[in-house]
């Protein structure tokens, strides 16, 4: 049974960091691209990043480039989202998606990052 299971969502103040996980499991790891997706209180699903299958090539929107770090590790079949300096626009559910065949066709249950004082 295909799995992701994202984790390490908190509640933390402006200017900290996070490190947000998806472990995965019931798929070849290895042979997938990856991606980070987000949704805001209210508000609709936002791509945030997406990373290849060997982890060679990372990709950002363009509100992300420089806070946001995408990562993998294809030995423990997970995946990271680094967010550093984070901001109250930053608060969402996280979300880690599969992709294949050009759709994110598996998604995880999300982890929520609450930033605020």
């Known amino acids: 049974q295909l799995q992701l299971v994202e984790s390490g969502g908190d509640l933390v103040q402006p200017g900290g960091s996070l490190r947000l996980s998806c472990a995965t499991s019931?798929?070849?790891?290895?042979?997938?691209?990856m991606n980070w997706v987000r949704q805001a209180p209210g508000k609709g699903l936002e791509w945030v990043s997406a990373i290849s299958s060997s982890g060679s090539n990372t990709y950002y929107a363009d509100s992300m480039k420089g806070r946001f770090t995408i990562s993998r590790d294809n030995a423990k079949n997970a995946l990271y989202l680094q967010i550093d300096n984070l901001k109250s626009e930053d608060t969402a559910v996280y979300y880690c998606a599969k992709r294949s065949g050009g759709l994110m066709d598996y998604w995880g249950e999300g982890t929520l990052v609450i930033v605020s004082l």
């Open positions: 019931g798929f070849t790891f290895s042979d997938y691209w």
